[in-house]
């Protein structure tokens, strides 16, 4: 049969405009009617935006690879061993010192300190940030003051600081304390003003009254921007300590690096940072899966 003759017997597409309609709400009908019945169409191919799967452990790749390469610059001599020195040097200088026993002290001494301000700054984060965020004469009163707090740079209180409360672990424990709260309070307080007032709305609408408001929609709501906070708040811990335990201390990781400082120890200084980047690791993945676990209700690219 010729080109033309089937042409003649194929039957006619369907026009007007009732066919436009339903080619405008289903972009797949214009292939179906050509087919002719009986016929499968085409499917068409999907692109998927979302990054995929979550790897497992795959937040430890960069950490290995960083390692990895670090080894094999060392094994080939490409770093000075004065000044980076090898991995396996910084093991054993970490299991000889933990064998004497004072990598043990002083890393108890350091969890310790940081637990202290980081569970004073957390509780005063939460509740600054629900008075302002909950409260206008809260947020008149408070949040002004928070600002100017956090565009001070915190360090810069240490001498104030000495002066006010000694220069043992008080005033150690309360410049980490302003630390942690600072970001757990503006994360906080801006997740909670950020709450949409639609939502607002409907509790009235639903007559909730205020606890009830709070509880189911803006405790849930203001849990995204806590779990932000609270991850700045653990790594800042971390990262005020390293200073404040080289001021008149006698213990601690801080003090190690310190006196390793003296002796020209590098792999003692090695080896300090590479605690406090462990455990700064470790306490954000701990909070990432705590968050993971309270917010398993929320759909994201994350997940």
Do not use: C
């Not at 470790?282 to 929320?298: G, I, K, N, Q």
């Amino acid at each position: 049969m010729t080109d033309t003759a089937s042409e003649q017997l194929a039957p006619p597409l369907p026009t007007g405009p009732a066919t436009a309609a339903a080619t405008t709400a289903d972009p797949g009908a214009v292939d179906r009617a050509a087919a002719g019945p009986g016929v499968a169409p085409a499917r068409r191919r999907v692109r998927r935006l979302a990054p995929g799967r979550r790897l497992p452990y795959a937040r430890l790749l960069g950490p290995v690879l960083l390692l990895v390469v670090w080894s094999v610059a060392s094994a080939a001599g490409a770093l000075d061993p004065r000044t980076l020195p090898a991995p396996w040097t910084v093991v054993h200088t970490g299991a000889h010192l933990w064998t004497a026993g004072t990598l043990r002290t002083d890393i108890g001494t350091s969890l310790w300190r940081a637990t202290q301000g980081f569970l004073i700054g957390l509780a005063a984060g939460v509740v600054l940030a629900l008075l302002a965020g909950l409260s206008r004469i809260g947020e008149a009163v408070i949040d002004g003051s928070v600002q100017i707090n956090r565009a001070i740079p915190t360090l810069g209180l240490i001498p104030l600081f000495i002066l006010w409360l000694g220069i043992g672990e008080t005033f150690k424990v309360a410049i980490i304390a302003i630390v942690v709260y600072i970001p757990i309070y503006l994360n906080l307080y801006s997740a909670l003003s950020g709450i949409d007032n639609r939502f607002v709305e409907l509790g009235e609408v639903l007559g909730l009254s205020r606890l009830a408001f709070i509880r189911d929609i803006v405790i849930p709501g203001s849990l995204p921007g806590f779990f932000v906070g609270l991850r700045l708040g653990v790594t800042g811990s971390w990262l005020s300590l390293v200073v404040l335990e080289q001021i008149n201390a006698t213990s601690g990781l801080g003090y190690m690096m310190f006196q390793a400082q003296n002796y020209g120890q590098t792999d003692v200084i090695v080896l300090g940072l590479l605690i406090y980047g462990i455990f700064g690791f470790a306490s954000d993945t701990v909070v990432r899966v705590l968050e993971r676990r309270v917010l398993s209700w929320r759909r994201s690219l994350s997940n």
